[in-house]
């Protein structure tokens, strides 16, 4: 498939603001920049679709405990857990020779780590766009400049609702939607890229929470990055949350009127779009287990006792993963969703090892 034919028109706004950001990186940052290019070249060839971003969880531990957490599943048994500076190192290394451009950190809660400095040192802001995945509960205007100063370029802050009550009901937090916005805020006047993440369900998707959450970023002038609902952490096996094909074609048309609003499945200028798990993205959690994406809880190896290239080239083998999909595989009905996914639901433990997820193994 080429991109002209692809499901998604970018909007203008948005190509103005990647563009812009695209500019920027390729003064500042010239071997992200590089690695950008190449990617962007691969994607015009389906065949040779290139890594992009890794999500990377250096620990578990968080400030709140949100209703739709979906990494709590793991905290009892990797809850404090870090891997070394060493083999996260090794780990940035392999992850730079694939040609990943972005390194996300995510959580938990990234904030609450007390060697994030020596953390974001290792992975190397010069060769990495180093993006930060939080609540916001944190992130002060101080906060905001020392991310800016250590080489973070990105702050992603979770917001559940655009009316107060409702996050700080979903969060068990009072005044964490007000410390979110600030820290939006507070990462823009810093210098940083901030952008509002959030997931939609079935039936938060006409709220009018949701849409005052995009009028929001409106006025704020940030991405709304929508993550639609998965049936993995505390929501495992729970399937009424999750949205239908009328529910995504809203999400798309959606887009006339909020441009800046972002799916992983969306195309961005000169890429294609389609669910970037394993083709594009890797997400590797404290015990060093590489799984597809963040709400796909299969293992399909571990970075700490083999090679990184050939764990993604392991995924690659499962069709379902290595070819292109217009949905999201772990939220959207799919021939990935009903052969793999559903085994997550009953296993005894997660992740699920990639023998027992997969026919072909
Ligand atoms: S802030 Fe994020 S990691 Fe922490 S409990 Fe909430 S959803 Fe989970
Ligand atoms: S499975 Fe969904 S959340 Fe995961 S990478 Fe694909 S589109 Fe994104």
Known sequence: MKIEDSQNDVPDALTRKIE??????????????????????????????????????????????????????????FGHRRMSLE??????????????????????????????????????????????????????????????SIGISKVNVSIDSGFPAEHDAFRGRNGSHARAIAAVSHS???????????????QNLHSEGFQRLLDLSKELDVCLDVQVATPVGKWLGKLDGLVDAADAQHLR????????????????????GGCPAVTGSLYIIPSGDVLPCL????????????????????????????????????????????????KTFSAASLPLNYQDAFDRF
């Open 20 to 77: 812009d950001s695209r500019r920027r990186l390729r003064a500042e940052r010239p071997r992200v920049y590089e690695k950008l290019m190449q990617y962007l070249e691969a994607e015009q060839d389906p065949a040779r679709r290139g890594m992009s971003l890794i999500d990377f969880a250096y620990g578990f531990d968080c400030n709140f405990s949100c209703e739709h957490c979906c990494t709590d599943i793991f905290k009892a048994e």
């Open 87 to 148: 083999q996260v190192k090794r780990v940035a290394d392999e992850a730079d020779a694939l040609g990943v451009f972005v390194f996300s950190l995510i959580g938990g809660e990234p904030l609450v780590w007390t060697d994030l400095d020596d953390l974001v040192r290792t992975i190397d802001p010069s060769r990495f766009h180093v993006s930060v995945t939080t609540n916001g509960w944190l992130l002060t205007a101080e906060c905001a400049r020392h991310l800016a």
């Open 188 to 202: 823009l006047a810093a210098g940083l890229n901030a952008q509002i993440s959030t997931v939609v369900t079935h």
């Open 253 to 272: 048309d959606l887009r006339a009127r909020y441009p800046l609003l972002r799916r992983d499945v969306f195309s961005t200028p000169g890429a294609l």
């Open 295 to 342: 709400f796909i809880h299969i293992s399909l190896g571990n970075v700490l006792r083999e090679p990184l290239a050939e764990i993604r080239e392991r995924g690659l083998r499962v069709p379902e993963l290595r070819d292109y999909s217009s949905v999201c595989l772990a939220g959207e009905q799919c021939a990935f969703f009903s052969k793999c996914m559903t």
